[in-house]
């Protein structure tokens, strides 16, 4: 999780009141953060945020929620913009490459050596947890008194355009030299790979300011001397850049700057847009819904205060038992109903919320969870060691190397992943245990190992378009390992459940298995796991060069 270091008197500054380190330590919790360390001597304070709240990655963004909590500032943040006159004008041909871009003017910054470090890391942690490392949001910071408007977002040839860019050796280099030579060039040139064109941003001289997502310009380096700011904003997403700008732009409005806009103008659909856009966003929630979820049976009034102090707005609606929420335009957490009653927790008080056992509250093992320990404890008992994989898998290593087709439609895929090993939701457990045999099939053999968990099954008709269900999967890997032996472990669970005489085996086909050695396991006419001998061909995929033997169970159909 990302990390922040709180200086407590640039807090004060941007509360207005005094704090007292000791208090701060105790509040902070209150508003999800976690405390990394205190230090008094210095009066100092790391946090740690959730990822799913960037607007914490600064200490405005974190003043700001704490003037809330100490009802300093109660509701929505005001923030002014000033309307300007920098266009943007948007070239149909980076469709190719890197589609959109908004922008924003900050005017009148002036920013001690504190701030100008919080404005680079702020970048730094956008770029991670919003731009997925500059896949789908990448950040330019550049000195507007340098450059001319109105600007042009263009993509061009890799080799047909030569600038300075930012942090290198002070020669010009065309883009397909920086992505070979310079060190942003190298680190990002994958997000480019495999594109004819590379997007590009020039003023009205045709000097470059940025080639993103790699690097800016060196005539567009921000000083000491900077007094304007332009932002640019380039990715795949458009809410995500919108709101990665948002969240830049209101921490620079915090520090004093005033925000101006700026007209972008793409061709087509989208036609003219003016960025920043800070209007908040309106949410119709059931009182009854929140009051439920939170154990408590807070009237209109009181409902709405405790959204106030966590910086939203909310009044009556006209539709009886609701609310009208808006949410600030820095917030991209806020995606479900569900989310309300957290915030309203937050500004009720977690520690105001009464201490109650509600009935039928008292914990224990859920059933699945219950049958899930019993099955370890049998695999145990048969002499096979427990392995944990995580949810997330790769798509190659799930079906190409099982010598498995898929549809695109048939599996729930990631479409940002931050690594192109996990990049789909697991539908067995068997490719992960064979990728753990590969990363340990030097060890001693025999190796029997076993995982019970979790696997995404798509169901178009479910709620979330999805279940999951608790698999089972056990493989056996040395010179003599076969169908007998992985056939005695199956009988041995199912004997130690009770179910020996209810299950049964049936010939089937599986191009992971091996023709003749592999069979289809039934209970009560319906299938519930495969058995059998793993194809060679997968054994290659893997680089494991003795037989596997392996079995997978739907525990969710033997409880």
Known sequence: MPTLELKIERLERLIGRKLDINELEYDLQWISLDLEDVNEEEQKIKVEYNPNRPDFSSPEGIARALKGYYEVELGLPSYTIIPGDVEMNVDPSVNKVRPYIVCGVIRDIDLDEDEVATLMNIQEQLHWAVGRDRKKVAIGVHDLDKISPPYRYLAVKPDSISFVPLHGDGYPMNLEEILLLHEKGIEYAH????????????????????????????????????????????????????????????????????????????????????????????????????????????????????????????????????????????????????????????????????????????????????????????????????????????????????????????????????????????????????????????????????????????????????????????????????????????????????????????PGKNTTYIDGRYGEIYMNGKKIGEIGEIHPEVLLNFKLEFPVAALELNLGSLI
């Open 191 to 506: 997000i480019l790979e495999g594109k004819e064109v590379y997007p590009l941003l020039l003023d009205s001289n045709d000097e470059v300011i940025s080639f993103p997502p790699i690097i800016n310009g060196i005539l567009t380096t921000v000083t000491d001397d900077t007094k304007n700011l332009f932002l640019d904003l380039t990715g795949t997403d458009y809410k995500a850049i919108n709101l990665a700008l948002n969240i830049l732009s209101t921490m620079l409005a915090d520090t004093g700057a005033k925000i101006e806009s700026v007209k972008v103008n793409y061709q087509g659909d989208m036609g003219q847009i003016i960025t920043p856009n800070l209007d908040p966003i309106k949410w119709e929630v059931n009182t009854d819904y929140i009051n439920d979820y939170v154990g408590l049976n807070l009237s209109d009034s009181e409902m709405i205060k405790c959204f106030r102090k966590v910086r939203m707005d909310a009044k009556k609606s006209k539709k009886k038992g609701y609310l009208d929420i808006w949410i600030p335009a820095f917030r991209g957490d806020i995606i479900h109903p569900v989310d309300f009653t957290e915030e309203c927790a937050i500004g009720y008080g977690y520690f105001n919320l009464p201490l109650t056992i509600r009935e039928g509250c008292i914990g224990q093992y859920h059933p699945i969870e219950s049958f899930a320990n019993k099955i370890r404890t049998i695999m145990i008992g048969a002499g096979y060691l427990e392995v944990l994989n995580f949810m997330l898998t790769n798509t190659v290593k799930n079906y190409d190397y099982m010598r498995k087709k898929f549809k695109k439609s048939e599996i729930l895929q990631i479409a940002n992943p931050v690594s192109k090993e996990f990049d789909t939701a697991r539908t067995a457990l068997l490719p992960k245990l064979m990728e753990t045999l590969l990363f340990n099939r030097s060890e001693e053999k025999p190796i029997r190992i076993f995982e019970v968990g979790d696997v995404i099954q798509l169901r178009p008709k479910e709620e979330t378009g999805a279940i999951r269900e608790l698999h089972l999967s056990a493989v056996s890997y040395y010179e003599n390992s076969d169908f007998t032996e992985i056939r005695s472990t199956l009988d041995f669970i199912m004997s130690s459940l009770g179910y020996l005489e209810k299950f049964e085996i049936k």
